[in-house]
C-alpha cells in the first residue's frame, strides 16, 4: 500500500521555505556579506573624515556611533530580508494558501492533486530533502520545493520511513538541521 497525506499550507510554511532557501543561496549570502562589507567601509571612511585629535568627546561619540552601527547593522539586515520574503510570500502565494491538497508516495513516483489539478513528480526527478526543526523540504531538480510541515502530518514517521526508501533508491542528498534559525 502507498502512504497518501492531507494537507493544507499557510502563508508561513512558504515563508519558512523561502527563509531556509535564501539562507543557503550562495547569491543571497554574497549579497549579505556585500552589503556589510559597503556599509563597513563607509562608517570607517565617515569616521575617519570626521575624526578630531582636537575634540575628545566627539571622537568617543564617533567611536560609539560607528560601534553600535556596525554592531546592529547584521540584525537590521536580517529584517530586512525577512520583510521583503514575507512581502514576496504574500503576493505569489495568496491563491495557493490554506487549500487542502492530496499527496501520494507511489512505486516510481509523487501523485499530487489540489483544487487547481493534479501532477506527477518522477522520483528521479528529485534533489534533495532537507529537514529543519518544523519542515522537511523535498527539493526538486527544478529548483522548487515540496513543503511537509511536521505538525500538519498525522503519521510522520511513515513519511520519514518513506523519504528514507526514496532517498536509499535515488541516492539522494540529505541535510538535517534541526536548529537552523532564520
Known amino acids: 500500500m502507498f502512504m497518501e497525506l492531507k494537507y ?4 508561513n510554511d512558504f ?10 543561496s550562495k547569491r543571497i549570502q554574497n549579497q549579505k556579506r556585500k ?12 569616521f575617519a573624515i570626521l575624526f ?10 564617533l ?7 556596525l554592531l546592529f547593522y547584521p540584525r537590521y539586515l536580517k529584517r530586512h530580508y525577512y520583510s521583503h520574503y514575507k512581502k514576496f510570500v504574500e ?3 495568496k491563491n495557493k494558501t ?3 491538497a492530496s499527496l501520494s508516495f507511489r512505486e516510481f513516483h509523487i501523485e499530487t492533486s489540489d483544487e487547481t489539478g493534479e501532477s506527477k513528480i518522477n522520483y528521479t526527478n528529485l534533489e534533495e530533502i532537507n529537514e529543519i526543526k518544523d519542515y522537511i ?10 513543503i511537509f510541515p511536521k505538525n500538519k502530518i498525522d503519521n510522520f514517521e511513515k513519511l520519514k520511513e518513506e523519504l528514507s526508501k526514496i532517498t536509499n533508491a535515488y541516492n539522494l542528498k540529505t541535510t538535517v538541521e534541526l536548529n537552523w534559525k532564520w
Request: overall charge positive; glycine content about 2%.
Open 63 to 69: 567611536v560609539i556611533v560607528v560601534t553600535a552601527s
Open 137 to 146: 523540504f523535498l527539493k526538486l531538480k527544478t529548483g522548487e520545493s515540496i
Open 91 to 93: 503576493d505569489t502565494t
Open 98 to 100: 490554506d487549500r487542502l
Open 52 to 61: 578630531d585629535s582636537n575634540n575628545y568627546n566627539r571622537n568617543i561619540l
Open 35 to 46: 552589503s556589510i562589507i559597503i556599509i563597513s567601509l563607509s562608517l570607517l571612511v565617515l
Open 15 to 24: 515563508l519558512q521555505y523561502q527563509l531556509f532557501t535564501a539562507s543557503k
Open 8 to 11: 493544507s499550507l499557510n502563508t
